[in-house]
């Protein structure tokens, strides 16, 4: 079973009324709406970058029926699922109900449990899934045995592989691994050169949200193989922004997006604890890094940057 995965996939933000009040609706699916339209082949909804793990259950549907609005032909639709094991199946039976494509599967948040433990919790998913199934592998528990095995499970289409050692992935990739599901950068733009560097192109991005010119000129980059180019887009936009999102444990990795949304005319409200609003030096930081001007204290920019053509100027 395959399905189309490759180039990059868009982890959409939850949009919140009133600060963080409850989901908006309307404006996730603006978001949605605008990445497709940009080009984007590939949107996840309910990734970490949606905060999905402060999100009522409630709200996680309102964000799953919001993004299924998007109905782009050639947009493949993935969606995050965690919790129970009775919870996730019946999370992934809802999304297929809704038209989603595919589930990417959290790795637990469970503390206790070796390799052997999770890779048995992905089979017990992987049996009763009714969706295709991406695994999200973000902890270093699962030994290259275990991934090899869980990539050739029928049901599981691709791996988010967020881990930082290549040589594991590169040995998964000159085996059967490599051509039995989609492999994906999980470590978005700023990892590019280093995981195409083994043949794996496709990412995840947070950036996409605000700027899928960004992270299609990226993946262009990579495809084509001009480092320059790539060189140039991690110096002056890529590096600067990530380096700020994955500051203090990743406190400002939602609320880093969500400010350049707003300087791209849509307000997609607040940020739960533990996520952090961005300080006012953090905003001037980040005011410098993409040239919007000197940001006042609620994070919307002066002198917004021009958008590009399909960028939307409405704010909700």
């Known amino acids: 079973m395959r399905i189309p995965l490759d180039g990059v996939t868009a982890v959409l933000v939850a949009g919140y009324r009133s600060g963080t009040a409850g989901i908006d609706e309307a404006t996730v699916a603006q978001i949605a709406t ?20 402060q999100l009522e259950p409630a709200e996680r549907h309102a964000v799953l029926r919001a ?84 990539a050739a499970l029928p049901a599981v289409v691709g791996v988010k592989y967020a881990r930082t050692d290549l040589h594991t992935l590169a040995r998964l990739l000159d085996g059967a691994a490599g051509t039995q599901c989609t492999w994906i ?34 993946h262009r980059a990579v495809t084509g193989g001009d480092l320059t180019a790539l060189r140039a887009l991690v110096r002056d936009f890529v590096g600067p922004v990530e380096a700020l999102r994955a500051e203090h444990g990743g406190r400002y990795n939602v609320a880093t997006i969500k400010a350049l949304l707003r300087w791209q005319g ?4 607040g940020v739960r604890a533990p996520h952090s609003e961005l300080s006012q030096a953090a905003l001037s930081r ?18 917004p940057s021009p958008p590009t053509p399909h960028e939307s100027r409405d704010r909700r």
Not at 199 to 215: C, M, Q, W, Y
Not at 266 to 269: A, E, F, H, L, Y
Not at 288 to 303: F, K, L
């Open 34 to 53: 605008r990445v497709a339209t940009a080009g984007i082949p590939v949107l996840t909804a309910l990734g970490n970058t949606a905060e999905v793990q």
């Open 67 to 150: 993004v299924a609005t998007v109905r782009t032909p050639a947009t493949t639709l993935v969606a995050g699922v965690s919790g129970a094991l009775g919870t996730l199946l019946r999370e992934i039976e809802a999304a297929g109900q809704l038209g989603y494509h595919a589930a990417m599967v959290h790795e637990p948040a469970d503390p206790f449990g070796d390799g052997d433990g999770l890779a048995d919790f992905y089979r017990q998913v992987a049996r009763d899934s009714a969706l295709p199934l991406v695994l999200y592998v973000r902890s270093a528990r699962l030994s290259h045995a275990h991934l090899a095995d869980l």
């Open 185 to 218: 950068n999980g470590l978005a733009e700023s990892a590019v050169a280093s995981f195409g560097a083994l043949g794996v192109t496709s990412f995840t991005s947070g950036i996409a949200n605000a700027r899928p010119d960004i992270a299609l000129a990226v």
């Open 266 to 269: 849509i307000d997609p409200g």
């Open 286 to 303: 980040l005011a410098a890094a993409v040239g919007a001007g000197a940001p006042p204290a609620d994070g919307r920019a002066t002198n």
